[in-house]
């Protein structure tokens, strides 16, 4: 009996020091998992939108690997890989899907309707049929969007003060975005107003640049404006190679084009969309629902000029328009 007694003292004792190490033990299996969902190929440089993620998640104090848990999948350039990517993340589960661009949030809308989406870059989320609208977006999708009105407009009036002599403009769209085919019929009125002729030019992929090139040379257009897209973004080097090639001073989206070789850019900066993508987040592992969170909208634009292009080109940019710009590069 007595012994009895002390082995049930003693299992009682070994089981109440046991039960506090259980109980630490437990948030660490538990922690948040976030599926990230990238265009390019891992390692991300550093800089890059999932870097600038994580930039975002530390800034809230979140600790990878102690508090949160990332599970990229990156598509290596392959659009045609975002639905198995985004099923992949589905099936883990996740508890949140950050896509890198429109095609990746349609992919993750697809493969689910219960785990919140949140887009780091969109561009038109209702016309795309991601959301319902920017206000109240509805289902289980939120983020930010880059699209704005009258972003286009506003490149063109940049590119005919930076290029004054510019009389016909090459807008290149890709055919297969619904946030193209208004373009260049919804800047018509800015064209006239500067005296520009607008030319619209299809590319539907790098296999396609070249004739792209090819048709902008027979239209006579002395200057681009390359719309915003991921296709565009993922291969600018390439675009931007045969416009210099072509003697096409180009205006485009984002100052990462403007790095490699657009005489002008105009736009939000992606990689700090990227990181307000954590704030979103953070409310909704807080309890928040992404009906409830509207799409914000970009509210910073950066005029970055580069005049290694514009040498190159033989051009002088006013000192009255190179004042205006947020960074040059040299």
């Known amino acids: 009996m007595w012994c009895s007694a002390v082995g049930f003292i003693v299992t009682l004792i070994l089981s109440m020091l046991a039960a506090p190490l259980a ?7 538990k922690i948040p998992r976030i599926g990230v969902l ?3 190929v891992p390692p991300g440089e550093p800089g890059r939108g999932a870097d600038r993620f994580r930039h975002g998640l530390r800034d809230l104090g979140y600790v990878e690997g102690q508090t949160i848990a990332l599970e990229v999948r990156w598509a290596e350039n392959q659009p045609e890989r975002w639905p198995d990517l985004a099923t992949d993340l589905v099936r883990l589960p996740v508890d949140i899907i950050v896509a890198g661009d429109t095609a990746a949030a349609l992919a993750a809308k697809h493969a689910t309707t219960t785990i919140p989406i949140v887009m780091a870059v969109s561009f038109d989320p209702v016309r795309d049929g991601l959301v319902a609208s920017l206000a109240r977006p509805g289902g289980n ?21 930076a290029v004054p002599t510019i009389a016909r403009v090459a807008i290149l769209v890709n055919p297969t975005l619904p946030v193209h085919e208004r373009v260049p019929g919804n800047i018509e009125r800015e064209a006239r107003a500067l005296g520009v002729q607008l030319q619209r030019v299809e590319a539907g992929g790098p296999d396609t640049f070249e004739a792209a090139f090819a048709a902008m040379g027979q239209g006579g257009a002395d200057a681009l404006l390359i719309m915003e897209g991921a296709i565009f973004a993922r291969n600018r080097q390439r675009l931007l190679d045969l416009a210099r090639l072509h003697r096409l001073p180009t205006m485009s989206g984002g100052r990462h084009f403007a790095e490699a070789g657009s005489l002008v850019s105009y736009g939000a900066d992606v990689r700090e969309l990227c990181q307000r993508s954590a704030v979103l987040v953070d409310k909704i592992l807080k309890g928040a629902k992404p009906s409830d969170l509207p799409v914000e909208r970009a509210d910073k634009f950066y005029l ?6 514009a040498q190159a080109l033989g051009l002088t940019l006013s000192p009255t328009f190179l004042v205006q710009a947020d960074e040059v590069i040299r």
Not at 23 to 29: C, H
Not at 304 to 309: D, F, H, I, Q, Y
């Open 304 to 309: 970055v000029v580069n005049l290694k292009t």
């Open 23 to 29: 109980a630490d033990a437990q948030p660490a299996g």
């Open 38 to 40: 990238r265009a390019g």
């Open 141 to 161: 999708i939120t983020g930010l969007s880059i699209m704005v009105p009258e972003l286009a407009g506003k490149r063109l009036q940049l590119l005919k003060e």
